[in-house]
């Protein structure tokens, strides 16, 4: 499948600051796509390159083959839900959805057609002059009697003007056929009406049309943005925090909405956030960044469970990392002990770091784990619990259905897939 949207190196400088080095990005259409990574990361410039807002310094931004760093705003096939919202207090649900519908030219699609045709024309008009000058050098390089030479020119311009008159005839025909099909003022007000209905249906909000702004929600608003957006059917919606102004659990209601609106909707959504939550829920790809740079690209569980390196083992879940030495393939030691492991292709005693998810430890009893420790704090979390067990080395952070009471020595153990290997740091 070819890729919708291509960066190319892309830099961007403010003041003489790179706040992006150089990036590389392919986003696939139909593709659920979060930039994630802290404050100042790079990741709102990003978005912003890719809708037009601001022109990246160096490199392409390319849509479906075409290079769009000179194309404005307003033509490029984006639309934008900012934080914010930015929806009209003086216009009603309906209104605020329809408003796009009403600024954009009702007969643009066919205008277009109707350009092309005279730009077509005109193009073909000058051929045919050129044609005709052409013919009249040659005549007149015959060396033929002044009253041969002006007949035959004459003769040359009647046929040019029949040309152009049945040229013209054709063009003009095919103008009026297309303005014929142009909708008028009450079509109009009846299709953005079904519009209207259509996307306030996506989004849930069947009913609020007559709803003043002021008196929804701040999940409703939200929704009421994003029909405002997706109503000119863009093919990439851009999404700048849409959810951070929320409360937590109409946040966590969000996520899944907004996954359940891009498949039904179709099309391919940009996501901006720092939290890692709302990026394994919603995304297909993650794009993880940091100082202006990509850390790593890939679905949720590569991220999740093979982090490229500790800044995305530590910003995208809890991790243990610890340093230790790649023995061989599929050995690794850390902790004065050796493990078996499942990764291999580092040199023989590479320094690396070790990764282990809370998740994948377990509390047994002395003597049947791996390593023996002494609990030093046990937080209730409502899902699990999350202790932490004091080893002769260090502190391993576990989360676990199981309570384990503070001060107790345990044994903690885990498995060799489990155990997540990269480069040192």
Do not use: W
Request: contains cysteine; proline residues 3%; hydrophobic residues 40%.
């Amino acid at each position: 499948m070819a890729a919708l949207i291509e960066l190319k190196d892309v830099t961007k400088e403010f003041n003489g600051q790179v706040v992006l080095r150089g990036i590389d990005l392919v986003i696939e259409p139909n593709e659920f796509v979060t930039l994630l990574g802290p404050s100042g990361c790079g990741k709102t410039t990003t978005l912003r390159i890719i809708g037009g807002f601001i022109e990246a310094s160096e490199g392409e931004v390319i849509f479906d083959g075409k290079d769009m760093n000179l194309i404005p705003v307003h033509k490029r096939p984006t639309n934008t839900v900012f934080q914010r919202y930015a929806l009209f207090p003086h216009l009603d649900v309906f209104e605020n959805v329809a408003f796009g519908l009403r600024v954009k030219d009702k007969n643009i699609e066919q205008k277009k057609v109707i350009n092309k045709i005279k730009t077509d024309f005109s193009k073909q008009e000058n051929e045919l002059k050129n044609k005709f000058r052409q013919a009249k050098l040659e005549f007149k390089s015959l060396g033929l009697p002044k009253n041969e030479l002006r007949e035959k020119e004459l003769q040359l311009k009647n046929d040019l003007i029949k040309e152009l008159n049945a040229l013209k005839e054709i063009n003009e025909s095919k103008i009026m056929e297309i303005k014929q099909t142009f909708i008028n003022n009450k079509d109009f007000e009846q299709l953005i009406k079904n519009k209207v209905t259509k996307y306030l249906k996506m989004v849930g909000l069947e009913g609020f049309e007559n709803r003043a702004v002021h008196q929804l929600s701040g999940g409703q608003q939200q929704r009421v943005a994003i029909a405002r957006a997706l109503i000119n059917e863009p093919k990439v919606l851009l999404l700048d925090e849409p959810l951070a102004a929320l409360d937590l659990k109409l946040r966590q209601e969000m996520q899944y909405e907004l996954k359940e609106l891009q498949r039904s909707a179709g099309i391919t959504f940009i996501f901006v956030t720092h939290d890692q939550e709302e990026a394994l829920t919603m995304s297909d790809k993650i794009v993880v960044m940091n100082h202006g740079e990509i850390q790593q690209v890939g679905s949720p569980e590569d991220i999740y469970n093979e982090p490229i390196n500790t800044f995305v083992a530590k910003f995208i879940g809890e991790s243990n990392i610890i340093p230790g030495i790649m023995k061989d393939d599929y050995l690794v030691s850390f902790d004065n002990k050796d493990y078996k492991c499942v990764d291999y292709g580092f040199a023989k005693n590479q320094k690396v770091d070790v990764v282990i998810r809370p998740e994948d430890i377990d509390i047994v009893e002395v003597g049947k784990g791996l390593l023996t420790g002494e609990v030093d704090s046990v937080a209730f979390k409502g899902v699990h619990y999350e202790i932490d067990v004091i080893t002769k080395d260090r502190i391993y952070t576990i989360h676990t259905t199981d309570y384990s009471a503070l001060g107790s020595k345990v044994d903690i153990t885990f498995n060799p897939e489990d155990i997540h290997v990269m480069e040192e740091s």
